[in-house]
């Protein structure tokens, strides 16, 4: 069972940056891939990115690509997401989550208690 922890929310205007930490514990972290997922007031919970367990492959959906980047600290179990050029519409509460497997596309099977961001504009 895996446990996780974000860390590095906040305030930010629009244009700014703030970095992401999720730190893991309970499983071997190099085992799994790991994902980033928001979810604003209303909405659904979505996946913003994902990294496999080495971090020689990642995936951002069309609305962060070039903004977002993810990586990962094997030797410090921590997962990270670099946001840049932030906009009030990347407002949300940010969620880490544990992969089944060390691929993408096998879905996640454990989650963070999540870390709010908000962009000011």
Known sequence: QVQLVESGGGLVQAGGSLRLSCAASG?????????????????ERAVVAAINWSGSNTYYPDSVKGRFTISRDNGENTVYLQMNRLKPEDTAVYYCAAGRGRVLGTGFDAWGQGTQVTVSS
């Open 27 to 43: 499983r071997t972290f190099s085992t799994y891939a790991m994902g980033w997922f928001r979810q604003a007031p209303g909405k």
